[in-house]
């Protein structure tokens, strides 16, 4: 029996932009590519929708944040939509500060942007955050306590608040497979705090 083709090849495009891009670099203190991540977020968004476009800009989720590239780039290569999405999950830059001294002002931008953004920037949204909550469950079953030392904030119970706030921001996911798995790990990863 032979599958149902499909024409995957505008998500192609992105996912060999976003290996060009993200080419060399590791994930933070993980010991694996950095695009392992953003494929993450692609076959996490994948489980709501099927829009190429959507599929695409989870790919390049990270890379006007992380890379060279800006979001021109992106608009030119992927168009309008993608460009809108892709900017809508790029983290703020608080200019005269570093990350850890802007931590707390860039997360709650992040969380009153995300809870004003439309479904499809939230259905992309989900796919970063989960992946993200993922790994921090991950390794706070190995590393424990020490987990919260690795990152630019190490206060366990603000890490809650901003997931808290985070959830409450994509809730109109509710229903979908990724946004209930997000709530679960949520509530294990901050059971303590």
């Known amino acids: 029996m032979s599958e149902k083709k499909m024409d995957t090849s505008f998500l192609d495009r992105a996912l060999e932009f976003a290996i060009k891009a993200h ?39 990270d890379v006007i944040e992380d890379t060279d590239y800006t979001i021109d780039d992106i608009k030119k290569e992927f168009g309008e939509r993608v460009a809108h ?22 997360k709650q931008y992040a969380i009153d942007r995300l809870a004003k953004l439309d479904r499809e920037s939230k ?27 690795k990152f630019h904030e190490n206060d366990p119970k603000l890490h809650k608040w901003h997931y808290e706030g985070l959830r409450d921001s994509l809730s109109d996911l509710k229903g979908t497979f990724a946004y209930e798995e997000f709530c679960e790990i949520v509530d294990k990863l901050f059971k303590n705090y």
């Open 23 to 61: 080419s060399g670099v590791e994930r933070r203190g993980k010991g694996f590519p950095y695009i392992v991540h953003p494929m993450e977020a692609v076959s996490i968004v994948a489980t709501i929708t099927n829009d190429q476009e959507m599929l695409a800009a989870a790919a390049l989720h």
């Open 85 to 106: 999405l892709v900017s809508s999950e790029t983290d703020l830059v608080v200019d005269g500060k570093s990350e850890s001294e802007s931590w707390k002002e860039r």
């Open 123 to 149: 259905i992309v949204a989900i796919g970063d955050k989960l992946s993200n909550a993922r790994a921090m469950l991950c390794d706070y079953k190995v590393m424990g306590e020490e987990l919260w030392n």
